[in-house]
């Protein structure tokens, strides 16, 4: 049984799927691992740290790939990087299927049993491998230590003997895993913490964090709250009583963190041109959702810019800017995946289709794009 | 009274001397004010605050400084950038003497009485005039906030369902103002902080915000805190012993932060290229000393460089890096020392030149370099 782990080609994806600590685990579960060259430079792993833990380096990614059972990555790869590989390799990672049918069917025309990371259901079970909630965790923290990189103040309160100065406002737009971390790390630097959210239970979830929670709360925010944990789109009245809120909320504030992301949809749009424009010079705003647009309609996915002022953080993938800690977590959801993947006894892949985490998250296999979300792409020629 | 107000020309520096709030409080002394056009844009201060409180707006220096008493300044101002000033105006900012005697000669030749906040005596008096305590403070906030920037790891531990994240260990060189408050800011985003100084009296300062204190405790340590509150110059057999206990700790440190600056001179050397090397790469060192040729070898002032992944944050002017708040602060403590300056009831200046205050920072008058620190530069021709 062999997994491969390949170096990420997209720009500026310093993560990698396995670490020495996941290598060694996947070793002990009888596999052999083949990590691509510099597979680690961007977190900081070197191939020798890889070899220490047991694993082989692979000068190419097409010796990587060839013969393996198992393909690890972060990034969904090009059919062309995975020349060789096996049909029926199981190829493991974020894939970020939406929007990108074209490649999934190419990536289906390989052969392989691709599976995407980010539709693990989220139950009980799984949360060890929800590659969205740890990402998103540290996507909230390193949001907020990129505001406070730009912001020309200082976030606490200091008592200083020249007087006093104020503590940073700051509002978390979305209490979900990225929301509600941020309100922690603000909190812990000394800010004053704001933040909203259309469903109710984040109301709890906000105040234990010490922060003051912001919304409308209507009939509909009440009904609002979802079985998946997500956010349902909310009605065009309320978005609009909400906007209304938020507006006279977000001209007083310092620095804004937006976190709202749906799945396979654009990121809604929470801030207009005219609310970054009644902030005070200085401020900052930081769109975690710039990857799918923003929330902000001044984002710049992947810049940083100063409007009149104010700064908009639109980089486009925050946890990413964490790498080390980043792929510690990711690989650790990736390996409690695939020990669900594996007969230990036998040492050998033994996957089981009928498991609901298998049927999640299969999107390719046997040539074809099978997963139900996907039927449309399955069909084209 | 006239007291102008000058925009910074020194590259980099965003601050500025006064602000609004400071500006009320000298009209309310008795002055006018005269803000040089764009002052305050650095510190996201618009001329039109500035106006709001009462000052005017002049369009060049020269008509900033045309017959004003007072000029305040955050860097020292060339001699030319005060040309048409009245001899006998009083010059007031962080003026930098040391290693800048030609410019010092310079300025002394316009006539103006130069008074250098730095030497400020550290009298209970003179704290909320104290320019070098209240940047310090906020650089020290600022340099871990640059660390946590450029650090690949999350700060904090983490309990998450992937598993935890540990501590970053952050390890604070001199412990005074700046020191003291890198040590809490990084202990607010839940690094494990140790520190180290060579003043005994500050063990007890690091232990009360919850960081290790790491010293060689001989006979020598213990005679070593000054009454100026700064370090003096250790024995070359005691810096060679604690640089041996501080190698062996620095090589487990994940974020170190030097600040160690004695006035006047170039920088102690704290850790050396082999104590660099001894970092596990993606470590980040952030030199709080770099303005004057820095604690660590490989600091390139002005720089952020990275040396076999280990990052060493080198900027020179790290307070300037929060100028909103470095700038509130500076100009209160502008504002303190003119308000000793003046008779309020005369609203006029009257120095009283054998207050100690004044004795202690003033630098040039009637032509001449007349503090005697620097009476070797006064006899120059």
Redesign the interface.
């Known amino acids: 049984m062999k997994i491969a782990v390949l170096r990420e080609r997209a720009e500026g994806e ?1 993560r990698v799927a396995a670490t020495p600590e996941t290598v060694g685990k996947f070793i002990g579960l009888g596999a052999t691992v083949s990590v691509e060259e510099g597979a680690g430079l961007g ?2 792993i ?1 191939d020798d740290q890889f070899v220490a833990a047991g694993a082989t380096i692979s000068p190419t990614v097409a010796i990587a790939v060839q013969g393996a059972d198992i393909v690890l990555c972060v990034r969904r790869p090009s059919a062309s990087t995975l020349t060789g590989v096996n049909p029926g390799a199981l190829v493991i990672g974020a894939l970020d299927p939406y929007g990108n049918e074209a490649d999934v069917a190419a990536l289906a025309q390989t052969g392989v049993t691709a599976m995407v990371m980010e539709f693990m259901p989220r139950i009980t079970r799984a ?2 491998m ?1 590659i969205l ?2 990402q998103a ?2 996507a909230g ?2 949001a907020v ?2 505001a ?2 730009v ?4 976030m ?1 309160m ?1 008592m ?4 006093t ?1 104020r503590p940073a406002k700051a509002f978390v737009m979305g209490a979900g895993v990225a929301g509600l971390q941020a309100i922690a ?1 603000a909190k ?3 800010a004053v913490v704001s933040a909203t959210d259309v469903r109710p239970a984040a109301k709890e979830q906000v105040e234990s964090l010490g922060g003051k929670f912001i919304a409308v709360e209507d009939e509909e925010f009440k009904q609002a709250e979802t079985a998946g944990g997500y956010a349902k789109q909310m009605s065009a009245e309320y978005q609009a009583k909400q906007a209304e809120l938020t507006a006279s909320h977000i001209a007083k504030q310092d620095i804004v963190i937006t976190t709202a992301l749906i799945p396979g949809r654009p990121a809604p749009r929470l801030i207009t041109r005219e609310m970054v424009e009644s902030m ?3 401020s900052v705003i930081v769109d975690l959702a710039a990857e799918r647009g923003g929330n902000v309609e001044l984002t710049q996915p992947g810049k940083v810019v100063d409007h009149n ?1 104010v700064i908009i953080v639109g980089y486009t993938n925050v946890q990413g ?5 980043a792929s ?2 990711y690989a ?2 990736i390996l ?1 995946f695939i020990t669900t993947l594996i007969d230990a006894k036998e040492k050998k892949l033994a996957v089981n289709w009928d498991d609901e985490l298998v049927k999640a998250t299969v999107l390719t296999r046997d040539g074809a794009v099978v997963h139900p979300n996907f039927q449309q792409a399955a069909a084209a020629p």
Do not use: C, H, K
């Not at 912001?151 to 200082?154: D, N, S, V």
């Not at 200083?160 to 007087?163: D, F, H, N, P, R």
């Not at 800017?321 to 800690?325: D, E, M, V, Y």
């Open positions: 310093s977190s900081r070197g949360q060890v929800d909630s740890s965790n540290l923290y390193q230590i990129e406070a990189a912001f020309e103040r200082a606490p200091m200083t003997a020249a007087g100065v790390t812990r630097l000394g005070a010079p200085g002022g800017r964490i790498p080390t800690t510690q977590l650790r959801n409690a």
